[in-house]
């Protein structure tokens, strides 16, 4: 009877302090929560409230980019490059039994000596252009009434360029110099590959305004104008942001012989994720998705550890100050408000935080494994 009273006594003891321990650790727990949320008073935001300053921007991804925004892109195979060789068929007339036929290379600026029509500036213009300009240039100079003139592309110059970096076929390629741009070396070298930044260098550039001089000469009649072709300038570098580029529908980033490109690579960008999550640390931006949101990094975390976990603090860095600021979401409000739901940064620490729900919920589990070892007690 004694041992039977000793043994129930030894496990109200126990119980009272498994009681305790549990009320101490509640207790600091909730201390530890109020004082975090002092800590941040100052810059502390809900996430139905944040100022426009603090809003994360959708993270430029590369892959998404459409390149046939860019104009000219791609580039266009008709179009006539200094040191191409072109055959010009003519024939003097639809009922000519004669026809006449040249072969010609354009010269390194830019002009074509076409027999006894005289020389022409070819450089720049599309087959189907040149072939109005010699026919324009045949009548006024007297050389033909109603000429049928036909121009096509025998030999082709070609630039020999580096493309180097983040492409899936980095290496030497041989592109043809009127198409020689930085949307031609990326096709040609494979598209971009998974992990390309936004940052491009390029050497040995020669821009579309300085390799294509427009409408040096017009007629006054409305004729066909005529493109001049300027000298290629001394090599140099030029750095392109992909993004603003194709953004902006600009292409005119043209590459001499013996230039190269390269795409930087990025690190994969990430943000970290701690609290009550089954797997806390660090966790990758997926890099096909231009908004990475709360609950999206939360699931990566392999979920909250505990089904009442609802407050989520989003430490930030404020690009105005530079001083971190904490964003506060609900993990319940999140499901159907994309306010709480908000988008992150790079950068950004997510961390689920403990409420008095949480601390009831270990305080419960704490109380269930101490009834589960009372019997142990002896």
């Known amino acids: 009877m004694e041992e039977t009273q000793l043994t129930d006594s030894g496990r109200r003891v126990a119980t009272r302090q498994l009681v305790a321990f549990a009320r101490s650790v509640a207790l600091v727990l909730l201390v530890a929560s109020v004082s975090g949320c002092a800590m941040f008073r100052e810059n502390h935001y809900m996430a139905s409230h944040l100022p426009d300053q603090l809003a994360a921007l959708p993270v430029s991804n590369p892959q998404l980019l459409n390149f046939a925004e860019m104009v000219g892109s791609p580039s266009d195979s008709q179009m006539i490059g200094k040191l ?9 007339s639809l009922n000519s039994r004669e026809a006449f036929r040249y072969t010609v290379r354009v010269q390194d600026d830019g002009t074509a000596n076409l027999s006894e029509i005289g020389t022409l500036q070819l450089a720049g213009l599309k087959l189907v252009e040149a072939e109005a300009v010699i026919t324009q240039a045949s009548i006024e100079r007297g050389m033909y009434r109603a000429p049928h003139i036909t121009v096509t592309m025998k030999e082709r110059k070609v630039n020999k360029i580096l493309v180097s970096g983040a492409v899936k076929k980095p290496g030497w390629y041989e592109i043809p110099a009127a198409e020689c741009n930085l949307i031609s070396a990326i096709f040609y070298a494979g598209n971009l590959a998974p992990d390309a930044g936004t940052n491009v260098d390029i050497q040995n550039v020669v821009t579309r305004d300085e390799l294509l001089n427009e409408s040096i000469a017009s007629n006054p009649a409305g004729g066909v104008a005529q493109a001049g072709y300027a000298q290629t300038r001394a090599p140099r570098q030029a750095s392109v942001d992909l993004i603003s580029a194709v953004k902006e529908g600009r292409d005119g980033y043209f590459i001499a012989d013996g230039g190269s490109v390269h795409i930087e690579r990025r690190n994969p960008d990430a943000i970290y994720v701690d609290g009550l999550v089954k797997k806390s640390g660090r966790q990758i931006f997926p890099l096909d998705d231009e908004e990475f949101r709360l609950l999206e990094a939360i699931a990566l975390a392999g979920g909250p550890s505990t089904q009442v976990a609802d407050k989520v603090f989003i430490q930030r860095a404020s690009p105005a100050s530079g001083q971190p600021a904490v964003i506060q979401a609900s ?26 729900a949480t601390v009831m919920m270990e305080i419960l589990q704490m109380v269930r494994v101490g009834a589960s070892l009372n019997p142990l007690i002896p």
Request: proline share 9%.
């Open 84 to 92: 191409d060789v072109l055959e010009v068929n003519l024939l003097p």
């Open 331 to 356: 993990i319940r409000k999140a499901k159907h408000d994309e306010a709480h739901n908000l988008l992150l940064a790079p950068g950004d620490y997510v961390s689920i935080e403990h409420t008095p």
